[in-house]
């Protein structure tokens, strides 16, 4: 099969039919050759969105019951094809076949949930003051234009979902780029799109790296862009988009507290834990990666956590272990360098700390879960972001130490407090300074609710209704009630 991208309604191998391998992370083998978008495929896809919107204009002034309707058939179409994205989706990024499911799921749920919100009263009537004659206010919600979507490779499927469903929805003309690491589901989605119809130009897909980001981020024919990513790569986004000031939607980076007070349910506790920091192999922007736990609950806590984390499973992601492998040997190396740095920094790795090579493993991208005690806010692998199955572990004393390590960080992206007193639990989680809080859970994600930072952890919300707002200009209209002579001058 040939992987190509998708620009102005056709399939193409683009510019220079050039091609790069993709490997299964589970045992380095070869899993598929994909074309590489150009400079000149990029600016091409570009000129269809912008003439798609400016000029063409039929998905734009599409009325949106009918552009509800399509976004609702495919959802349909990718819920029937649930078990074919699913199975690529693990053969492409190496998480379990159960997380691959709720994935498409949620996708599928995503499409439907916008499908039916650019339906629904929006804008707003005010009730003006009658300084210039007799008024009436109101504000419409319009589409920003030519929308470019970057997302990462730890969630392929569904953070794309999360951008294309509402960026369509409110009648943009689309760019979208995923990450070349994995874009194999995001090729069959937009078989989808050209399945169900929807306009040439409007949706368009391009892969490759930086250099295709560069040019979409600085262009000044793009309308708005967002992106998913490192605050790294976050901040050269940021400062491209100067250019002609669009609109920009960012999620970055996160090194999200984990705060566990004495009197929480241990064996609660444990399991959010492990969900906090493995699920997804810890290749989460929102992982509970810092665990701050009470002192006279720690030996315990940690106790119970290695008995339960030395107990996941690790292989085959198809057969549904507890964990699969690393999403490439780059990433993995990567990670291996981030646990060599918190051993030589002196944290007491108490489990884990290597790759992990045995039986059916041998050849893949895999990491044993990885926990680090007796560590501190001035190491590594505290402050910095590893995107790995590593967990750290700090100690507090009061209320008020918590706090303060929690927020101890440049990143305000997720938090987390467990603990029975419920007053506690509302009086920590309003200082925590992140934008996505649990009490007495982590990472349970939903598409009614926005999602992003504070801090150096973005800009903007993604789902819910401000995912909507925030890929629509909001308009300003006046109307005088009584045309002519205001009498403001006298002459």
């Known amino acids: 099969m040939e992987w190509m991208m998708y620009i102005n309604g056709k399939w193409t191998k683009g510019d220079l039919e050039k ?73 492409d990024n190496g998480k379990p076949l159960r997380e691959a499911e709720c994935d498409v799921d949620d996708a599928v749920h995503n499409f439907r949930y916008y499908a039916s919100l650019i339906k629904v009263p929006y804008g707003g009537v005010y009730d003006v003051n009658e300084g210039f004659g007799k008024m009436h206010s109101y504000t419409v919600h319009e589409p920003t234009g030519v929308c470019a979507l970057i997302t990462p490779w730890n969630y392929p499927l569904l953070m794309g979902v999360w951008k294309l469903a509402p960026a369509l929805a409110a009648g943009n003309s689309v760019i979208y780029k995923p990450s070349p690491y994995c874009v194999l589901t995001s090729i069959k989605l937009f078989e989808i799109f050209d399945e169900v119809g929807i306009p040439k130009g409007a949706c368009n897909l391009l892969i490759g790296g930086a250099n295709v980001g560069n040019i979409l981020s600085g262009s000044m024919d793009v309308d708005m862009i967002t992106f998913t990513g490192s605050t790294k790569a976050g901040q ?93 040997e780059i990433q993995m190396n990567r990670v291996l360098d981030y646990i060599d740095a918190g051993k030589k920094e002196g944290a007491k790795c108490i489990l884990g700390g290597y790759r992990y090579t045995e039986g059916e493993c041998k050849n893949g991208y895999f990491i044993k879960p990885t926990i ?120």
């Open 236 to 328: 050269m986004v940021m400062k491209n988009a100067a250019s002609n000031v669009k609109k920009i939607g960012l999620e970055l980076g996160g090194k999200s507290p984990n705060v566990i007070f004495a009197d929480a349910d241990l064996e609660g506790a444990v399991e959010w834990a492990m969900l906090g920091i493995f699920l997804n192999q810890g290749q989460i922007c929102s992982a509970g990666s810092r665990i701050i736990v009470e002192e006279s609950f720690h030996d315990k806590f940690v106790k119970r956590l290695v008995e339960r984390a030395n107990n996941i499973t690790l292989g085959n992601p198809l057969n549904n272990p507890d964990m699969g492998p690393i999403v490439n």
């Open 372 to 491: 680090f005690d007796d560590c501190s806010s001035e190491m590594k692998i505290v402050k910095e972001e590893i995107f790995g199955p590593v967990v750290t572990i700090q100690k507090f004393k009061s209320e008020k130490e918590a706090i303060e390590m929690a927020n101890d960080s440049p990143y305000g992206l997720a938090g987390a407090v467990f603990t029975s007193d419920g007053s506690r639990a509302l009086r920590v989680i309003k200082e925590i300074r992140a934008g996505i809080t649990w009490i007495n859970c982590y990472n349970p994600c939903f598409n009614e609710a926005p999602w992003g930072g504070y801090k150096m952890s973005g800009i903007g919300r993604e789902l819910g209704i401000k995912g909507l707002e925030e890929y629509q200009e909001i308009k300003q209209i006046n109307i005088n009630l009584n045309p002519g002579v205001v009498g403001w001058y006298k002459n």
């Open 19 to 91: 091609t790069y391998e993709t490997l299964n992370p589970y045992d380095g083998s070869h899993l598929a050759y994909i074309y590489e978008s150009s400079e000149r495929d990029t600016l091409e896809a570009i000129k269809a969105a912008k003439y798609s919107f400016y000029n063409d204009r039929s998905w734009r002034d599409m009325d949106s019951q009918t552009r509800g309707d399509i976004l609702l058939k495919i959802a349909d179409i990718l819920e029937r094809r649930k078990e074919e994205f699913a199975k690529l989706e693990v053969l």
